[in-house]
């Protein structure tokens, strides 16, 4: 393959990149993240093809806002993926497009060699591709995912070829220049910058999706208010132990907690307070336990806790715990807090028990803790 024919194919992958950026952009517009990256494919596919157009008579301004233009558009992807992880614009992205753009126009008045803008080029694509790796090494689910451990890789190949290709160019090579590139230099100069870029740009969104697909995964477990299980999660999960504890033949306790005269907090201190009570709450009771319970929000003020392996002497040490550490919190520093609980536990010999029995069981248990004056538990 000539440099001319790796030249037009390279633009037909930008082009791609661009349609399927600005795809994601018009699906979610709302999105940081895909409004820099749909500017990113498009820049770049614009400098691609402006550097291609005036390959054949460079001129000062076509081929410096061109190359510009590339290098914009890689820099616009940087602060693409420091928006997905929740990060601000850094201004190093400015210097480095205005930095670029200032000396390969000095390079053109000041009537340089075509070795030195390729020199420069290759130098501001590593630096750019470079601070990508860093974002992502950055981040623990990006190393752990699919997408992030494709977008490394890609980003270290690209890295690794303008490397190469700076090397050449500065041992004067004319193998690594654009226009007289041939051999290993169409590979280094054309092919693996295409193809590292066109994977870069479908880790990102793999990136996105992964995120949208976690997040819904967690829209449909957890409790949006206290970060907790939902209630959906807890009777998935309390029908799971219950199958398991019988088949092993343990014991397994589920508790029913309510937080007492919840509608006085709510009616003297307001919703926004009750709420603030709820969440904290929650992560009192989620700091008592053990890290294989499973604590969720059931509805309203109500939690539920379940105890795989917990028999009625581990329940009724656990329940004083969670008490006490109730008894100690003030909301605001001032106003005490009660619970009352209500505890069911399904022995190793009981047989055919259902998630909806043991609620039932402990939602009579915590009215009778209730009854008895609150701020207690009963078994």
Known sequence: MDAS???????????????????TFYASSGERCTRYWALSGLLSALGVLVVIVNGGAPRLMLSTVGNSAIIAGMVLQWWGLRAFYGKERSPLGWIIIAGFFLWFAYSFVAEHALRSRALLASVTMTAVFVLNLVELLSKRSARASFAGMLACSAALVSAAAFITRGVGVYQNDPLFLPDTAGGIGVVIVYLVPMVTTLLFAMALMLLYFERLISDKHRMA????????????AIVSAGQR???????????????????????????ELGHDAGDHVITEIGHLLKDSCRNIDIVGRYGGEEFCIIFPGMDREGVSTLAERMLASVRRYRF?????????MGFTVLSPEDQERSWTVLMQNADKLLYKAKSEGRDRYCI
Do not use: C, W
């Open 5 to 23: 024919t790796a030249a037009a194919a390279t633009l037909a992958v930008q082009l791609a990149v661009a349609l399927i950026m600005a795809g």
């Open 221 to 232: 477990t957890q409790d949006e208010l206290t970060g907790l299980y939902n209630r959906r």
């Open 241 to 267: 132990e219950i199958d398991v504890a019988q088949r092993l033949r343990r014991p397994l306790s589920v508790a029913y907690i309510d937080i007492d005269h919840f509608k006085r907090i709510n009616d």
């Open 332 to 340: 605001r520093g001032q106003f005490p807090v009660t619970l009352s």
